[in-house]
C-alpha cells in the first residue's frame, strides 16, 4: 500500500543512526488502520557505549509522564537509564505489523525499524493482528493473528522491538510464534501465582518446582539484540495468555513463558500452540418459567390495561461464540456474538477454570430479541459497599447494559434503572445513545486532597456535604478531610462535572466521541442542591432540621447517577457562566386564537404551578427563568383580587407559572418550544383519510388511532371511576375527544345528491351545518375507539349527527380529533405525548399500565376554581419536563399558552477530532503509566490519547 509522506532522512543521518543509538524515527503520519494496542515501560541501558544498548524492562507504572528530548534521551548515567521511556504497541491491521510509539518524547515519536528502506517501517507480524498483549513488567508482547491458513500468536521480546545500530532488522523469523486451529479472538495475560513456598509451575500439569528469577539475574543474561526475557523475573508468578477461538466456541490456556522460549517456536518455527487448558465454553440459558396466572379484575373499571406480554427470544442458539473478555479478581467474563450469555468463569488460576451460570442479556422493551453480545469491561469494587459492575456493548444496537457481579450478587440480568417513568426516553434497562458503542473502559481515578496539619493525602475518600463536619484549612490542625473535595462558593474547585473521583464507564462511539458514565463517583453526594427535596430526586426528602448542605447548590440530587450520563456542566443557573439549569426563558403567555397576548387577570386562565402533597416541601418551589431563580408563591397573600398560589411574583405583577421536573436533569433532552391549546387538534392525525363504514363509524387501515392518543368516552370514564371521581358518566361525556371532519362537501351538483336519502341529508341541509369555517362545525364524539376505526356519538343526545355526517360525506374524509374540555400539550421536538395503547384483549385504546409510561401526558384537565393545585388533583398535570395546572377564566378553543424550556442536559462527550476528518475508532485502553485513555483509529488518525480525567484529548500519534 502507499505510505504517507514519510521523509527520506540525509545519508549522513543515516549512517549514524547505523552505528550510534538514537533511533530515527518517522517524522510525518505514518499509521493507518490501527487495531488494538499495548504498553510497555523500557529503559535503553549502555554499560559498553561501543556495544549495542541492553533493553531493560520496568513495570509499566514505573512510566510516567516525564518527558524526553528525543528517542534516544534516556538520561545516561554510569551506564544506567534513568529516564524509562513508555512504549505503545499498536496494530497496523492491513499490513500485518507493529508500530512502536515512543510516548516518551514529542519529537517524532513513531520509530522507524528499518532506516534503509524509505517510508515507514514497523515490526512484521502475521496478516490481521487482532488483539495484542503487553506483560505488566514489560519483558515481552504477544500478538494474536487470524491469517487465513496461519492462525497463530507471536511473541515480540521488548529486547527485539526497539531499533538500535547494531542489532538486526526484525523480520518474520525474528519472532517466536505458534499456531492455532482456528483464528484468535481477543486474550489477555493472567498470572498462575506461586505455590506456597514461593516457587512456581512450569505449566499447569507439573509440580512447583521452578524458582523465580530475580530482576538482577535476567538482566545479567541474554544478548542485547536476541534475548527473549524471562518472564518470572517480573514477580507476577507463571504468566499465561488466555486466547479465545471464536469458531470453536472456547479459549485456549497457553503458557507465555514456553512461547518464548521453547525452541520448536524460535525463529517463526510455528509448531502448534501447546494449550495447556481448552475450556469449552457452555449455552446455559433457563427455561422459560411458567405463565403467570392472570391478575384477578379489579372491582370496578380499571384505570388502565397492561401491555401484551411478549414471549421470550425467538430462537435460542447453542453454539458459544466469545468475543470480548473482562478480568476482576477472580472471575473471567466473556461477551457471546451468537448466545444471549456473558460467560462467567471461576478462575482461582488460570490453570483450574470452572464455567459459572452465566448472565443473560435482554432488552425489556423487545423481549423477543435474541441480545447478544462484544466488548465488556468490569469495575472495581470500591468502600463502603464494595459493589462491583460489569458493562456490557449490545451486538444488536450498540447500547450498554449493566450487570451486577458483585460477590453475592443473585441477579443475572441486567440492571433496571430506579424510577424508570422520570426518563421514559431511555430504555430501563441500558444505555443508549446517539450512536453505537464500538468499544468500552471501566476506570478508577482519584485526585487525593493534602491534609493541611499532615501533608497526608488519603485516597478513596467521599465528600460529605454534612454541614455540621469541621472545615479544613491552613490554620486547622484537625479537621475533616471529607470537606476538602467540596465544590467552591465560585464553583471553579472542588467536587464538579470535570472533576472525575471514583469508577468511571468511557464509551467509545462509532461516530468519534466518547461518552462518559458515572458508575461510583465519590464526589456524588456534595453535587446537588443544598435543601433536599422530593422534587429534586432526593431519596432522604427534605434536610434534617432545615440547615443547608454544603453542596454545589446544584438543581437536582441526581446530578450524579449510577450508571447513567455524566453532565458536562453544572446543572445549576449561574449569570457569570452562562450555565441554565431546567427552567424556561421565559415565563408563559396566553394567547387568544387570534395570536393576541391575553393579560392576566382575574376572568383569564392562569397556568400555575402545582404543589406537593408533602405540605413542608411547598415554600421551596422555584422556577428558573433566564439566569435567575424566581421563587412560586407558597401562599394567597389577600393583597390582590387574584389568588396568588402558584404563580410568580416578577416586577410586581403576577405571571403564569410552572415548575420542571428535575429528579433526572437527563430527560431534558433539547430546548424545545411547547403549546398548551385549549381543545387542541390532537396531531398525526389530519392528513389521515377515513371514511364512514356501515356502522357509521370512521374507520382507516392506518390511521392508528390509539398510537396517536386518542381517548373515548369509555376509556375516560373508567379511569374517573378509578380515580373516585364523582359524577363520572357525565363528566366523561364533557371530556371525550371528539371528531371534526375536515374535507369540503361534495359540490352541489354532484351526481351523489341525486342518490342521497332526502329525509336523511340533502346538499342544502349538509351546506346549513357544514358549509361553514371548518372550527365551527360541530364535532362527533368518540364513544370507543380502536386503532383502526372510532365508534362516534351525537353529542347533542336529541340529535343523530353521526347518522347526518355519515349521508353528507360520502367517500373518504380527512379529520381533526380535538380534545374536549381539555388542554393539548405539545412540542417541537417531543411531539404529543401519551401513553395509549391497543388493549391486547379487545382492541379499545386504554392508557397502559406500564408505571415507566405514566408521565408520557398530553392533556391537562381544565380546573374551573382559581387557587392552590396538588399533585394528583385531577387538574394537576405532570409529563416528564415539567408541571402545571390551567385553573379559572373561561377558555376558548385554540387559546394558548407558549414557553420555550432551557437547560438541556449536557452529557459529557469528548470529540475525537476536531474536524471532518475521517475517523473508525476500534478500541479503547486505560494507560496505567499516566492515567490517560488510549484510542485506536482504524481510519489514518493512528493513535488519540485522552488526558487528565479523560475528559479531553491531550495528544495524538499518527
Known sequence: MKLRAALIAPASVLALAGCGEEPTPVAVEALSQSGRSAFVCLAVDRPDPEEPGVVRSLPITDCSRRTAESP??????EGKATVPHLYALVTQTSRGEIAVIDMTTETAP???????????????VGARPVDIAATPGGTASFV?????????????????????????VPSLSSWPVCSLPSPPGEMLLVSDPPGPDGKLRASCSSDYDVDPTSPGDAEAGGDACSANGDLSQEGLGRQKLLVTMPELGGFAVIDAQTLLEDERYQEGGFAPCEVERWVPLEVSLPSSPPAAPPDEAPDGPAACVAPAAAAGPTQAVATPRPAGLALAGDRLFIADLDAPVIHVVDLPTPCEP???????PAATLDPERVVTTTRVAVSQALPPDFRRYLYAVDAGDGSVMVFDVSDGASGRSPLARPHAEWNPFQPPDRIRLTAPVRDLAVVQRDAPAILPATGVAPEGLRCDPDPGLKPC??????????????????????AGPL???????????MNGQVAVVDVDDLDAACRGPEQRSLRAGCAEGASEGGKPLETSGEASCNVVLPHALRSQRYVATSDATGELEPGVQGLPLLYDRSGTVVPLSSESPKMRATFPSDAAEAPALTLAVGAERATIEPADSGETALDEQGLVLRSGELRHALTLNVEDPRVHLVNETWTVAYEGVLPGLTRTFVHFDEDA????????FCRRGVQSRASIREQLLAAG?????????????????????????????DKADPAVCSFDSCNAKYGSVITSRPGLRVAEAYEDHLALESRDPAVDEVAFAACCFPGEVQLGVRAAGQWVVRSNAAGFLHHVIADPVTGKCRNSCDARLGRLNGRVVHTPVDGRVTDGDLGAFVNPMFRFAITGGVPEQDMQFRFTTQGAFNPLLVELVDNEAELQPQAIRFVPATGELAITDGSFQGLILLGGSGAEVVRRFN
Do not use: H
Open 473 to 494: 484549612d491552613s490554620n486547622v490542625a484537625s479537621c475533616d478531610i471529607e470537606t476538602l473535595y467540596r465544590t467552591t462558593a465560585s464553583r471553579d474547585a472542588g
Open 110 to 124: 513513531i520509530l522507524d525499524q528499518d532506516t534503509g528502506t524509505p517510508g515507514a517501517s514497523f515490526l512484521p
Open 499 to 509: 472533576k472525575l473521583r471514583g469508577s468511571f464507564a468511557y464509551l467509545m462511539l
Open 72 to 77: 534516544g534521551d534516556f538520561g545516561i548515567e
Open 697 to 704: 363509524a370512521l374507520r382507516s387501515g392506518d390511521a392508528r
Open 725 to 753: 371521581v364523582p359524577e363520572a358518566d357525565a363528566r366523561a361525556a364533557a371530556l371525550a375527544d371528539f371528531v371534526q371532519i375536515t374535507s369540503e362537501l361534495p359540490g352541489e351538483d354532484a351526481e351523489y345528491w
Open 144 to 168: 494474536a493473528v487470524a491469517e487465513p491458513g496461519r492462525a497463530g500468536i507471536f511473541a515480540l521480546p521488548s529486547a527485539k522491538v526497539l531499533p538500535r545500530g547494531g542489532c538486526p
Open 354 to 360: 470452572t464455567e459459572l451460570p452465566p448472565l443473560l
